[in-house]
């Protein structure tokens, strides 16, 4: 047996020795490292506009429902739904066309997006509104408010209003009473719309009530806040029942209002009220009667004379 032992020599070592795998390795580890930092940030960054995208979602779906009911939210939904499916079926339809035909379906388009004709300003789709046969309006205005706005800073206005409409919706929540709109310090209810009730005049007199005593809480506490007439303030009520048309007046502006001679009357009621009085209308009377409240009401002694409506007993 033989043996032997090789020492290599300085110039055999310098050619044989590298770096390159620890550089090899070292430059792997930092791509895999930038790629951790880049997929973090961008992780990082695709939640947080997931959260926004969430957050707008939600305070867009608290103010549609705030403005419209939930069941004409369903069917605009729908509505949208269809007419997405139309659009993109009519544009899937246009990508198998010669490409003459699809220029000319895009110059049509154009023309009718600068100049829109009579026909075309008609929507095409069928609006959302409904008859609603027995329901009770309550129109609702501050008493003294131009004199005490006339007096006040824009933000003292809108404190006012923001802490007792905020109040009233709360009510409005717990009495199952639907809101319909501010217009000025004029605040406008109904119940019997969306869903159908039978006792929809008494839950509306005692939403309104409750509303008058809150107003009368309220004002004695913004009156440390707002000055010393602030507590004088207070409201009168209108309110009448009957049949209304309710829907979705469709624009730039989209807005769920009510329709019919019944917002008229509940208007003059509240226009010929009293101060820190309910009003209703004979109508209103009749259904608080049927329900055995006779011992809410009181005959005003004098008749009211309404535009366009004539004298009337309330």
């Known amino acids: 047996e033989y043996s032997f032992v090789l020492f290599p020599s300085e110039e055999l ?35 947080k ?10 305070h867009t779906n ?7 009911p939930k069941a004409v939210q369903q069917r605009m939904m729908r509505e949208a739904e269809k007419q997405a499916e139309k659009e993109k079926n009519r544009r899937r339809i246009g990508f198998g066309m010669a490409p003459k035909s699809q220029l000319k379906n895009f110059l049509e388009d154009a023309d009718h997006t600068e100049s829109p004709s009579a026909g075309e300003l008609i929507h095409k789709t069928k609006p959302i509104a409904d008859l609603f046969p027995n329901t009770t309006i309550m129109f609702a205005d501050i008493v003294g408010f131009t ?13 006012l209003l923001e802490t007792i409409y905020h109040a009233f919706d709360e009510i409005a929540k717990r009495r199952g009473v639907f809101k319909v709109e501010t217009v000025g310090d004029c605040y406008v209810a109904v119940t019997g719309l969306p869903d159908p009730r039978k006792d929809h005049a008494v839950a509306m007199a005692r939403f309104a009530r409750d509303c008058m005593h809150q107003m009368h809480e309220l004002t004695r506490k913004l009156e440390v ?17 009957g049949p209304v048309i309710a829907g979705v ?15 008229n009357t509940a208007s003059r009621i509240e226009s010929t009220g ?12 009749n259904l608080l009667l049927a329900a055995g409240k006779s011992k809410w009401l009181t005959p005003r002694e004098e008749k009211v004379v309404a535009k366009g409506k004539g004298s009337m007993q309330t």
């Open 147 to 159: 004199a005490w706005s006339s007096m006040r800073e824009p933000s003292q206005v809108f404190t």
């Open 249 to 263: 007046l469709r624009g730039e502006r989209s807005r769920f209002q009510l329709f019919g001679d019944t917002m």
């Open 62 to 68: 608290a103010l549609i429902s705030s403005l419209f």
């Open 274 to 285: 009293l101060r820190d009085r309910i009003q209703v209308s004979q109508d209103t009377a």
């Open 13 to 47: 070592r310098g050619s044989s020795e590298t770096k390159n795998p620890a550089l090899y390795a070292c430059m792997s580890v930092l791509v895999f490292c930038l790629m951790v930092i880049v997929f973090s940030v961008y992780d990082c960054s695709v939640k």
């Open 225 to 241: 806040v707002l000055g010393p007439d602030t507590a004088d303030l207070s409201m009168r009520f209108g309110l009448h029942s």
């Open 49 to 58: 506009r997931q959260e926004k995208v969430i957050e707008n979602a939600e």
